[in-house]
Structure formats: structure tokens, C-alpha cells
């Protein structure tokens, strides 16, 4: 069996308030060029297809082209997961219809627990969607009041899933999760605040291949590295900036065994961190590379410099962000804190103690993540 392996398009998101659109259909050509080559018997979408649960219309648009292309024109079957990111009842609408011709989408839970089933020379393969859903959906649709965390939710459904197996079948998860052991990036949304997020890599065991969504680094996981990330589809913060960007052409044997080959994607800008004073950028002692990059700079000038980010957009025209990391080291200021780069519950904690004086208790921060949680499950079924 062979199968192309890919989540976290985010189609639709911006880069400092530059749309992705063009860098996104970019590579999607080459995910298309690779389906063609390799004529995978499926192509797998592990979640976060969409940047928001109220995708743009240009990102409805691409998404559309890309799936008539590969299952239209190609005949490749598509199976999509909803993400975190994504409105699980408009990702699947009008998903019966779609599944006829060999489109199939899955935003909720609903239904018994059941495999898709796809054959090649030596029997059966089961491939297993399971799309992010919160604890509490989970605990609904199982009628199980005891899950109360994504790992309790794993397991009450994957114990569904061992008790109805289909005896010598391979069987592949589809899902989106975070997995304990993954490195993270900067630019993935946490999926709970509290900790109660992340699910061991064990809970994979029984699965031969796990098609994973959510950490935007490509990485395997488990004793077998049977858990596999493809990682997103670009770079969509400069912490990625060392990161290759790949899609994960798997072949699977008869005992369910399986060989990852790494596609690198392309893009059609890459992102970049640059760094010097600006006298050496704009006289080019610096090595520049791609001057058409998306680029941050980190400003080594010891003093405060006029205008350099217009200066230095004569260099670079994607310059979007500067570090002024020289200037601050002499400062006798504190460092100051990237308030985006922190998590919710560490910016009101913060803010807790500056207007009261006081740390927030064990209790608080529990009620506040719960409220954050609800919040976020609210957006994303609105």
C-alpha cells in the first residue's frame, strides 16, 4: 500500500499580514506533481486544512482546485480530518455526497466507530479517521462521563477500535493531536491550556502507521517511529526557519511494516533570519541570499538607527520583522517580552499580579483554563 501523507495547509493564513494564498498553491503543485508521479493509492489530509473555522473565500477556492485536481483529474482518493483550526461542520458539508466519488471528509464524530477499507495485493488495510475533537465530545459520543483529557479520549476510542478489528488487518490512524515527545513550533495554537492536551506516544501502539496532525515540524515518534507528524505545508513563523518542509510518501508491506520517504516541498519564498548592522546589509558585506525571501533582520547597531526597516526594505522587499537585538543589549531596560509568543494563561497570570499584587492560585489558573478552553471549542463549532 502506498500512500501520500500530509496535513496543517492553514490555507488561508497571513504571514505578518501578507497573504499566504500564492506561497500555498505553490507547493500544492508539487504535491499534486508528486501524486502524479508516484500514483499513491491515497493521499491523507491529518487536519488544520483551513487557517480558520471561517476560512476566506480565496482559501475555499484553492482548496477546491486542489482536491478536483487530485481525485478528478488524478483518480486518487482523498481522506481529510478536521484540525483545530478548522469548523468541523463546514469542512464536511456535503460529505455523503462527496464520498461517491472517493472524497472522504470527516469533521465530527458521528456514527459507530468504523474503518475505511482499502486492498492491494496482500489484503486488507484499515484506515481509521479520527478528527480533533474536545474531551467533552468525546465523553458525549462515547457516553463515557469518565474522559476528561485528549488522552482519555484516544484510548476510550481506540479501545472501540481494538475490540471491532478485523483479525490480520494493517491498520492506519488518521488524526490530530500532540503527542508527548514532539517538538513544537511557534506558530501552532495550543489545543488545550491546562495540560491537558497531550496524549503519550503509546497510545499509538496498536496502529501500524499514524498519520499525524498539528506539530508543524516533520518527526517521527514511538519505539518503531510508527508516529509520524508531516509537518505544514510551509514555514509560518521565523522559529521555523531551519526547518525543511516536507510530505511523507509511505509504502506499507504486507506485515505492516512501512518505508517514509521525506518529499521536500519548495517554496516560493522561503523564511529567512538575517542579521548584521545596517551598514554592512545595505553595502552587501553581508551575505544577503534570496533578497525576495520573507526576512527578519536582527539589528546589531549598538545605538538607535533612522528608518531602518525602509532602508533595509531597498534589500530585502519581504523584510517583515526586525530583532533590534544590539540596541537592547547595552539598554539598561529589562528585556522586553513578545506578548504574542506567550501563552493565555502566562499573560494573565501576569496581569493577575500586577493589578492585585498577588500570584494566581492552583484554582484560579484551572478556572481560567477552562474558560479558555470552552472559548476556543465554542469558536471552532460556531
Not at 478536483?68 to 456535503?94: M, Q, T, W, Y
Not at 509560518?236 to 510530505?247: D, G, I, L, Q
Request: with cysteine; glycine share 6%.
Amino acid at each position: 500500500m502506498r500512500f501520500i501523507h500530509t496535513a496543517d495547509w492553514h490555507l488561508g493564513r497571513s504571514f505578518y499580514n501578507i497573504s499566504l494564498i500564492d506561497d500555498q498553491a505553490h507547493v500544492l503543485d508539487q504535491l499534486i506533481d508528486l501524486a502524479r508521479e508516484a500514483k499513491p493509492d491515497l493521499l491523507i489530509i491529518a487536519g488544520d486544512v483551513y487557517d480558520r473555522a471561517v476560512p476566506s473565500t480565496e482559501a475555499v477556492k484553492l482548496l477546491d482546485d486542489v482536491l478536483c485536481r487530485l481525485i478528478l483529474d488524478l483518480k486518487v482518493p482523498v481522506f481529510v480530518i478536521a484540525g483545530n483550526h478548522d469548523s468541523p461542520l463546514r469542512l464536511e458539508f456535503a460529505a455523503r455526497l462527496m464520498e461517491s466519488h472517493r472524497l472522504y471528509v470527516f469533521g465530527s464524530l458521528s456514527g459507530r466507530i468504523q474503518a475505511i477499507d482499502m486492498f492491494d495485493e496482500w489484503g486488507r488495510v484499515s484506515f481509521y479517521p479520527m478528527p480533533y475533537v474536545e474531551p467533552s465530545q468525546m465523553s458525549e459520543y462515547l457516553r463515557d462521563e469518565s474522559i476528561a483529557s485528549h488522552e482519555d479520549a484516544l484510548r476510550k476510542w481506540t479501545a472501540v477500535v481494538k475490540d471491532n478489528r478485523i483479525p490480520g488487518s494493517r491498520m492506519v490512524l488518521i488524526h490530530h493531536a500532540f503527542v508527548v515527545g514532539g517538538e513544537e513550533s511557534e506558530s501552532e495554537r495550543p489545543l488545550a491550556v491546562g495540560g491537558t492536551g497531550t496524549i503519550p506516544v503509546e497510545c499509538f501502539d496498536c496502529f501500524h502507521y499514524a498519520a499525524l496532525g498539528h506539530l508543524h515540524r516533520p518527526q517521527c515518534l514511538g519505539q518503531n517511529n510508527h508516529v509520524h507528524y508531516s509537518g505544514s505545508l510551509l514555514k509560518y513563523s521565523f522559529a521555523e526557519a531551519e526547518h525543511t518542509k516536507v510530505v511523507k510518501l509511505v509504502e506499507m508491506d504486507a506485515t505492516g511494516a512501512h518505508h517514509v520517504e521525506a518529499v521536500p516541498l519548495i517554496p516560493r519564498r522561503d523564511v529567512r533570519c538575517v542579521e548584521g548592522t545596517v551598514d554592512d546589509l545595505l553595502k552587501g558585506n553581508i551575505q544577503l541570499g534570496n533578497r525576495d525571501d520573507y526576512v527578519q533582520v536582527r539589528l546589531l547597531d549598538k545605538g538607535p538607527v533612522f528608518d531602518a526597516m525602509g532602508r533595509l526594505r531597498e534589500v530585502f522587499p519581504y523584510l517583515v520583522n526586525m530583532d533590534l537585538a544590539g540596541f537592547m543589549t547595552i539598554s539598561n531596560s529589562i528585556s522586553p517580552v513578545d506578548h504574542r509568543k506567550q501563552e493565555p494563561i502566562a499573560l494573565f497570570s501576569d496581569f493577575y499580579e500586577f493589578v492585585t499584587g498577588e500570584k494566581l492560585t492552583d484554582e484560579q489558573s484551572a478556572a481560567f483554563a477552562a474558560i479558555v478552553n470552552r472559548v476556543r471549542e465554542n469558536e471552532r463549532l460556531a
